[in-house]
């Protein structure tokens, strides 16, 4: 079987502020070596589980890639960090590392839904965050996702869509900036633990996607994403907040979303 570990940074244990992006400082040292132990927690329950080769899909630049265990393959987060620049093909299983909750959770540390400009998203009118856009843009590929780590808001949200997700909640969050954190050991213990679970039962997990065609809806606090947008046959512009993309499935709503595709 094939694995694809898609990572965030912001549901990391002992992660409570956004990423500066200010590489070889301290800080970002210090965040790296976080993410890559949870990562490495992850891909040797992979294997330790039966996994003929196993994929990380980075969504954060946030890897000590030469600390990285040595048999995954590793895709560098580049914006775009969509599916389509990222090879989702092949691949039977999502495991999803360091997740974080959507915009406006109360409990959700560093709650977002993209980027902090975002209000809500929708998928086909269900308001999601890159958890379950993630679940479902895996979906489309015929992947199935069985196991999250990240806080506790997070957690409880990958089960809000999929009750049988299997979950490691490594923090609980008490705001946005405050939360009560594993040891980074302990955390990866226990990401370690349910991995090993979730393939435990993965013939009880569903695909999910969504129906075709797919409506990808983004509202934003300000007008500046849309300034200067027109509606055409893929976008409309609904108001001066928000935007919808249109396609035949997800990949194609939401790669026009991020600009890869017309």
């Not at 039977?92 to 560093?110: K, N, R, Y």
Request: net charge negative; charged share 25%.
């Amino acid at each position: 079987m094939n694995i694809l570990v898609w990572t965030d940074l912001e549901g990391v244990s002992g992660i409570v502020d956004f990423d500066k992006h200010e590489p070889f400082t301290e800080l970002d040292k210090y965040q790296r070596k976080l993410m890559t132990g949870e990562l490495n927690a992850a891909i040797r329950a992979c294997f330790d589980a039966g996994a003929k080769k196993v994929k990380v899909a980075e969504g954060h630049d946030a890897t000590d890639f030469l600390a990285l265990d040595p048999r995954a393959l590793f895709i560098p987060a580049r914006y775009p960090a969509i599916s389509q620049l990222q090879d989702w093909e092949g691949y039977d299983f999502m495991i999803m590392i360091g997740c974080h909750s959507m915009a406006g959770t109360p409990d959700g540390v560093l709650s977002h839904t993209g980027n902090r400009n975002v209000v809500y998203r929708k998928i086909n009118g269900q308001t999601v965050g890159e958890i379950g856009t993630a679940i479902m843009l895996a979906g489309e590929y015929g992947i199935k996702a069985i196991m999250v780590s990240g806080d506790v808001a997070a957690c409880r949200e990958a089960q809000e869509l999929n009750q049988e997700i299997v979950v490691a909640p490594v923090k609980k969050g008490f705001d946005i900036y405050h939360a009560e954190c594993l040891h980074p050991d302990k955390a990866c213990d226990l990401i370690y633990e349910r991995v090993i679970e979730a393939f435990s039962k993965k013939t009880a997990f569903e695909i999910i996607k969504p129906d075709s065609p797919v409506i990808f809806e983004e509202s934003y606090k300000t007008t500046e994403p849309l300034e200067g947008k027109i509606s055409n046959e893929n976008m409309e512009i609904v108001d001066e907040y928000t935007v919808r993309y249109s396609g035949e499935s997800l990949i194609e709503a939401h790669g026009r979303r991020c600009g890869f595709m017309d």
